[in-house]
């Protein structure tokens, strides 16, 4: 049972375009929800975060939407960047357990 | 500060040998996580540790997986015996809390199982 959906395997956009990754879950009791970041050959990053009781959340050219009646939220990076390109993962928890759920991923390619 | 260490980086093996792997988290941290991820999914958590105690394990497979962190530092996590489709990237993270911490992740160790 997938928790933790990224429907779209593969994304690329110009740079200077904006980016937009797309996650939905299903569990309505995941409270808290990040987006990380992966090099080849490297293990994930952080990236950014957001709590349920919030509905966006910035950090420069970051941002997190959360819809939780649809349960789906967003990354944007605005504007993208060749070194964006990686694998993106958003991932959920729920309550203070520190566990967290990953979706698939989402590869971005930003072409110069 | 020095990030998560993990070793080695790469390791290849037949189906039905044993294989272990090591983790040295970030100095302070509390809480260890082993995940598995397989080519083209995120990572799954297999275990996680609260300094030398298990906090979940639920998805371990506990017949061939054992993991330990004696000292509540370092951890290794041994497959025994192996199967083809334990092949994966074993990521190893650590946070200061827990909970809703930022989890901080090593390189990984690929594994490819003959």
């Known amino acids: 049972d997938q928790q933790v959906k990224q429907n779209s395997p593969s994304l690329s956009v110009q740079e200077g375009r904006i980016s937009i990754l797309n996650c939905d879950y299903t569990n309505s009791m995941f409270d808290y929800f990040l987006w990380y970041k992966k090099y080849p050959a490297e293990g994930p990053t952080f990236l950014i975060s957001i709590s349920s009781i919030k509905d966006k959340n910035e950090d420069g050219r970051f941002t997190v939407f959360l819809n939780k009646s649809a349960k789906h939220l967003s990354l944007h990076i605005v504007p993208s960047q060749p070194g964006d390109s990686a694998v993106y993962f958003c991932?959920?928890?729920?309550?203070?357990?520190?566990?967290?759920?990953f979706g698939q991923g989402t590869t971005l390619q930003v072409k110069p | 500060e020095a990030g998560v260490a993990q070793s080695p980086r790469y390791k290849i093996i037949e189906k039905r040998q044993s294989v272990a792997f090591w983790c040295n988290p970030i100095s302070g941290h509390a809480t260890l996580y082993w995940y598995q991820q397989i080519l083209g999914q995120g990572p799954k958590l297999l275990i996680q540790?609260?300094?030398?105690?298990?906090?979940?394990d639920s998805q371990l497979p506990k017949d061939r997986f054992s993991a330990e962190r004696l000292k509540g530092v370092d951890s290794t996590l041994k497959i025994q015996p192996a199967k083809l489709e334990d092949s994966a990237v074993y990521l190893c993270a650590s946070n200061l809390l827990g909970m809703g911490d930022t989890q901080y992740f090593g390189p990984g160790t690929r594994l490819t199982v003959l």
């Open positions: 991932a959920a928890s729920k309550g203070n357990t520190g566990k967290l759920i």
């Open positions: 540790f609260q300094n030398n105690g298990v906090v979940d």
